[in-house]
T-cell receptor
Framework: DTGVSQDPRHKITKRGQNVTFRCDPI?????LYWYRQTLGQGPEFLTY????????KSRLLSDRFSAERPKGSFSTLEIQRTEQGDSAMYLC????????????FGPGTRLTVT | AQSVAQPEDQVNVAEGNPLTVKCTYS??????LFWYVQYPNRGLQFLLK??????LVKGSYGFEAEFNKSQTSFHLKKPSALVSDSALYFC????????????FGKGTTLSVSS
């Protein structure tokens, strides 16, 4: 399997701008997760998809954040009206359905809001 | 609430010596436990997991971990450390309930000196 890929790897934006990140999971992995990681912290869960259905959302996912997985393959995470507090590493992970519980992570997208 | 604690921010060991990175957890129900490693500018890599069965689980790169239910711990171990093991290590937990997100500790930096 090729690994989870994320694009872009780095994004610098000005406060108030919108940004969109893309995640391509490992093929045939029907579960996809987004996490956010800030310096000195472990990843924090944002949202989860099973196929195209968004089944879980963290309270961290404010109404400025929206995620989609329209065809059950790649996913996008959009942040509207970015704030400096949004600066973080955004990680995507995927896993197979049933009986395989470990998640496989992409390299992340580092967002810097100036 | 489910949580994971990694009590040590940093662990220093000499190459060739055994290493232990500590993790304790708090969940309701049976825990699913994981260790991940993060190298600079790379995503999290899965090392090993405990779901059920033997309390000692073996994983990648010679690492193992011991599940202790009475002490609610899942410490990561390796008999002989390598300089290349120097990285950031995360313990994570998922309760076997409806939620599938992983809850991560803050991470422990392992430094192996030659």
């Amino acid at each position: 399997d090729t690994g989870v890929s994320q694009d872009p790897r780095h994004k610098i934006t000005k406060r108030g701008q919108n940004v969109t990140f893309r995640c391509d999971p490992i093929s045939e992995h029907n579960r996809l997760y987004w996490y956010r990681q800030t310096l000195g912290q472990g990843p924090e869960f944002l949202t989860y998809f099973q196929n195209e259905a968004q089944l879980e959302k963290s309270r961290l996912l404010s109404d400025r954040f929206s995620a989609e997985r329209p065809k059950g393959s790649f996913s996008t995470l959009e942040i509207q009206r970015t704030e400096q507090g949004d600066s973080a590493m955004y990680l995507c992970a995927s896993r197979r359905n049933q009986e395989v519980y470990e998640q496989y992570f992409g390299p992340g997208t580092r967002l810097t809001v100036t | 609430a489910q949580s994971v604690a990694q009590p040590e921010d940093q662990v220093n060991v000499a190459e060739g010596n055994p290493l232990t990175v500590k993790c304790t957890y708090s969940v309701s129900g049976n825990p699913y436990l994981f260790w991940y490693v993060q190298y600079p500018n790379r995503g999290l890599q899965f090392l090993l997991k405990y779901i059920t069965g033997d309390n000692l689980v073996k994983g990648s790169y010679g690492f193992e971990a011991e599940f202790n239910k009475s002490q609610t711990s899942f410490h990561l171990k390796k008999p002989s450390a390598l300089v290349s093991d120097s990285a950031l290590y995360f313990c994570a937990v998922r309760a076997n309930q409806a939620g599938t997100a992983l809850i991560f500790g803050k991470g422990t930096t392992l430094s192996v000196s030659s």
